[in-house]
């Protein structure tokens, strides 16, 4: 069993900067494949970010690329994503997940693992 921990997340001004973290539990996470989804007010849940067991693999949604960037490090299993140029777009409830499998997946329904969710919120 894994278990995952965002933190990281709060009030920003547009154009600004968070970085958020998640801490995963067990031995197993450097097998798995972690990705970031987020959940805006009367949205479904959108992928946001992922990436492969090594961290050699990353992919994004089109709407993140090039502000966001997803890292993970195995030796203090974590992963985060510094999340730069913040719109108010970006406004939701931010999860951290987790698959057993070492490649990455942009579906949410192939995520084995979910934190609780850290707010990310974004004024103009």
């Known amino acids: 069993q894994v278990q995952l921990v965002e933190s990281g997340g709060g009030l920003v001004q547009a154009g600004g900067s968070l970085r958020l973290s998640c801490a995963a539990s067990?031995?197993?996470?450097?097998?798995?494949?972690m990705g970031w989804f987020r959940r805006a007010p009367g949205k479904e849940r959108e992928f946001v970010a992922s990436?492969?067991?090594?961290?050699?693999?990353?992919f994004y949604a089109g709407s993140v690329k090039g502000r966001f960037t997803i890292s993970r490090d195995n030796a203090k299993t974590t992963v985060s994503l510094q999340m730069n140029s913040l719109k108010p777009e970006d406004t939701a409830v931010y999860y951290c997940?987790?698959?057993?499998?070492?490649?990455?997946?942009?579906?949410?329904?192939?995520?084995?693992?979910w934190g609780q969710g850290t707010q990310v919120t974004v004024s103009s």
């Open positions: 997940a987790g698959r057993r499998l070492r490649v990455l997946s942009t579906h949410d329904n192939e995520y084995d693992y």
């Open positions: 067990g031995r197993t996470f450097t097998s798995y494949a």
């Open positions: 990436i492969s067991w090594s961290g050699g693999s990353t």
